[in-house]
């Protein structure tokens, strides 16, 4: 099976930085698109920002110029470093991975996963 593991959430000041790491583990054959998303309790999970197998990124408007998505694709492990921490960025922080292709017996299956959420809190 596929697993995917965050690290790097916590709790920062206003103006300040942090980096989010996601690192799918398992018999992974590839990865169509990895990305994050966030989520606070009032609200649906928004996106983010992602980024393909083919190098292209998409980032939510309020994101836009603060928050930066990396992957490395050989270590199946997607990045969000940001910059320039704002209040309103307080959230669950998610890891998406889609199509993901990976080995089950003599099988290759496509599925897509979620990581278990890394808190962000952002303090003013």
């Known amino acids: 099976q596929v697993q995917l593991v965050e690290s790097g959430g916590g709790l920062v000041q206003a103006g300040g930085s942090l980096r989010l790491s996601c690192a799918a583990s398992?018999?992974?054959?590839?990865?169509?698109?990895m990305g994050w998303y966030r989520q606070v309790p009032w609200n649906e999970r928004e996106l983010v920002a992602a980024?393909?197998?083919?190098?292209?990124?998409n980032y939510a408007d309020s994101v836009k110029g603060r928050f930066t998505i990396s992957r490395d694709s050989a270590k199946n492990t997607v990045y969000l470093q940001m910059n320039s921490l704002k209040p309103e960025d307080t959230a669950v922080y998610y890891c998406?991975?889609?199509?993901?292709?990976?080995?089950?017996?003599?099988?290759?299956?496509?599925?897509?996963?979620w990581g278990q959420g890394t808190q962000v809190t952002v303090s003013s």
């Open positions: 998406a991975a889609d199509g993901v292709k990976y080995y089950s017996g003599s099988f290759v299956r496509r599925d897509n996963y």
């Open positions: 980024t393909t197998s083919g190098g292209s990124t």
């Open positions: 398992g018999s992974i054959f590839s990865i169509s698109a």
